[in-house]
């Protein structure tokens, strides 16, 4: 019962903290909380080549994960008391493999979108509001 109390009280703190950052939104907390994560397009580039980019960026945060988790089952077989590990075995068999699949999904979406956009001649630029907003 104690745990489920723990989990609440943090929830809420997220909740709290991020209703804050939005409410602030200029503020060193919400700026950091916010950043874009992933590459930017740039001025005049087509849609397709920057949708590649991003499915690149996300590829290579799937190949860094599932790297970790190689890492993690070659340690664990190097030192078997880990498996008792809670800290260790949520890492291993779930942060890790989550953000692994998020990055593939990622990944495979920006791809399939490029193709669709490269295929069907979508040719606008991808840079044509982004610019607009951080200048």
Do not use: K, N
């Not at 991020?18 to 919400?30: E, K, Q, T």
């Not at 078997?80 to 999904?105: I, N």
């Amino acid at each position: 019962m104690r745990e489920l109390l723990h989990i609440a009280a943090f929830w809420v703190v997220v909740v709290v903290a991020i209703r804050v950052a939005v409410c602030f939104p200029h503020s060193l907390p919400a700026r950091i909380l916010f950043w874009r994560l992933g590459p930017l397009p740039l001025r005049g580039e087509p849609q397709a080549l920057y949708l590649l980019r991003c499915a690149r960026f996300g590829g290579s945060w799937f190949l860094q994960a599932a790297l970790l988790f190689g890492i993690g089952w070659v340690v664990l077989r190097w030192d078997a008391s880990l498996a008792d590990s809670l800290f260790f075995l949520v890492l291993w068999a779930v942060v890790v493999p989550l953000l692994g699949g998020v990055a593939l999904v990622t990944a495979l979406f920006a791809l399939g979108r490029a193709v669709w956009a490269w295929r069907f001649g979508r040719g606008g630029s991808a840079s044509g509001s982004a610019h607009a907003t951080q200048a």
